[in-house]
């Protein structure tokens, strides 16, 4: 056949003659079982975007740029609403961001720490299953509980707030008003601490599985070359896990601008807490409890839209540098 | 002569010096061996010190919720002294009180959990619908496909929950539990990269197999690769419900009429707060406590049975592309 021949049939052609019927009919099946996912998708995700851009340059029914002008108006002037303390966005967004450098900093003690806990250790099977104890039982019940452990109940204090009294002598500013979430200076420092505290040492599934995939004779040829511990977690395990950690560190740049710790239950974003997760959140939740209308999407979606055209490039920064390390195959 | 005998001679030196290493490394009693020991024992130090801090709010809530609120005020930071279980009762209705009446503790319960393995059945199926084609056929369009995943995954694109709201308000999916559930079938997200991936290394002899005995691609998939995958499945199905199972969120912003254990819990933190102090009145400190074991009671039961299994099953591959 010629190239001219060719040129002429048309893609129905084409397609008939480069696939056969089997072919074909397995293809019906992939966009068949595809289908319902993609609409869900199309709807869910592709819709709300392109409505939220839409939305981010309406103003009273009408094309503006009004709604970015506020956003960029609140950037450094305190913030509009009464949630978060008079705080400016750019200081709302600045703790979201110290989340994330906070989490960079752990990862590797935590991955560290799950490498033993794989290589089996005295008591691993009970230390892990210890370890994903506040993880199982959810945002919510540990953040009550750890809330509870650092306020004043009545006259008594709870139980870290009084370690912590005991030890550095806490501030009668600090115990009148209610605990170490109820005072601007303490707050903060409080909800980092109860973040990361609890996971700086950890068990981590995903990765336990990553590292369970890497063949045993690998183990066995560093064992023959005297490798110590150290190093063959750092020259064996981690560059043959690292894709798996990669993902980890991409997934979370791409929420580094929405972090959020359990801020709408510890501290409803006063006493200087606001982040922009909880902020974004709180928006939404006073929106539905407005029960939506036309007008009120505008400043939301004009914040999100910002905020992502912040997060991509960040996020594809962190996805290069992560890709620098080069992978293992095996 | 003599250079082959020399050279034999250190190859066997080697070899020695090599099965040496490896026995003193597996005993422990070399340099390396040592290390290990080393760290294992700073490690074993301060997993204990950590299984404290993971322990001890469990510890003190079940504590707190065994006594009474005197016995708590006269000294709020030790353990009990006697068992009190009567609390128990009033705990389970104070549920109907702090959800103003919207929910009893069964139907709070109920909502928890077809909120829960509800949303999460129809995502983790949706997630296979999605991985099953990308990992065992190659069509037109596949790239794409996979592309969207992994623009998903990485690409941020933040802040439209309030749009978001707006779309369920037009689809009567607000305070309608059943359509609210039709917004979870959506299967590009990392339970499909995961399950992708699982799917990928499991042999394809059987699906074969079951084509050249004349089953069709449906048939295959329900009948020979989801059983292939069920571990993977049923270890991210656990883990996305045990994630689902206190969410709040959702329940206060697009399901305010179901208020679910979650909520319940939420509202009565609320309500302590505003009584303050030790004069919480009806919404007693041991009531609180024992709401909060309530609500977190199903996913520790989930866990310890499937622990196992998530840690064998839940494994991901690089991002690619």
Sequence with gaps: ?330 | MFTAIRRRFSDFIAAQKLKKNYHRNKNGTSKEGMSKRVVFTIFTFLFLVQSFICLFPLVWCISNALRPNPEFYANPNSLFTSLHFEYLGPAIRAVRIATNGDAGFLLAVWNSFWFAFGTQFLNILASLFVAYPLARYNFPGKHFFYGIIIFRITVPIVGSSAVGYKLELALHMVNNPPIYMIGAFNGFDMNALIMYGYIKAVSKEYSEAAFLDGANALQVLFKVVVPQAFPCALALYVNSVMGQWNNYQAFLVSLSEYPNLAVATYKMEGARDLVGGSDHGAISNALFYWIVLLSGIVPLILFAASQKLMIKNMAVGGLKG
Aim: hydrophobic share 45%.
């Design chain 1, 1 to 330: 056949m010629t190239n001219t021949n060719i040129e002429k049939l048309t893609l129905k052609e084409r397609l008939r003659k480069r696939y056969n019927m089997e072919d074909r009919s397995a293809f019906f099946f992939c966009y068949a079982i595809l289908l319902l996912p993609l609409a869900s998708f199309c709807v869910f995700w592709v819709y709300v975007n392109i409505d939220s851009i839409i939305q981010a340059f309406r103003f009273g029914g009408e094309f503006s740029l009004r709604n970015f002008k506020d956003v960029f108006t609140e950037l450094t002037n305190a913030k509009r609403s009464a949630t978060a303390d008079n705080t400016s966005l750019l200081m709302i967004e600045w703790r979201s961001v110290q989340l994330y450098l906070i989490g960079w900093l752990f990862a590797f003690p935590g991955y560290l720490s799950c490498y033993v806990l794989f290589r089996k250790c005295w008591g691993h099977y009970v230390f892990r299953t210890i370890f994903m104890i506040p993880n199982v039982l959810g945002g919510l019940t540990t953040v009550l509980l750890y809330k509870r452990m650092v306020m004043v109940d009545g006259d008594s204090l709870g139980p870290i707030l009084a370690l912590i009294d005991a030890c550095f002598d806490v501030s009668d500013s600090v115990i009148k008003s209610g605990g170490l979430l109820k005072h601007a200076n303490t707050a903060w420092i409080t909800l980092l601490g109860l973040k990361f505290i609890p996971h700086i040492i950890g068990f981590n599934l995903v990765q336990t599985g990553a590292y369970a995939r890497i063949p045993g004779e690998l183990y066995e040829v560093g064992r023959i070359d005297g490798l110590g511990f150290i190093r063959e977690f750092w020259t064996i395990a981690t560059p043959l896990t690292w894709s798996t950690m990669s993902i980890g560190f991409i997934t979370g740049a791409a929420g580094m601008l929405m972090g959020d710790c359990g801020v709408f239950l510890y501290t409803t974003g006063h006493y200087q807490t606001a982040t922009m997760g909880f902020y974004v959140y709180y928006e939404t939740l006073l929106l539905a409890q407005a029960g939506g209308g036309e007008g009120l999407y505008g400043y939301p979606a004009a914040l999100g839209l910002t905020l992502t055209a912040v997060s991509i490039p960040l996020a594809l920064g962190v996805r290069r540098l992560a890709g620098l390390v080069e992978d293992v195959a095996y």
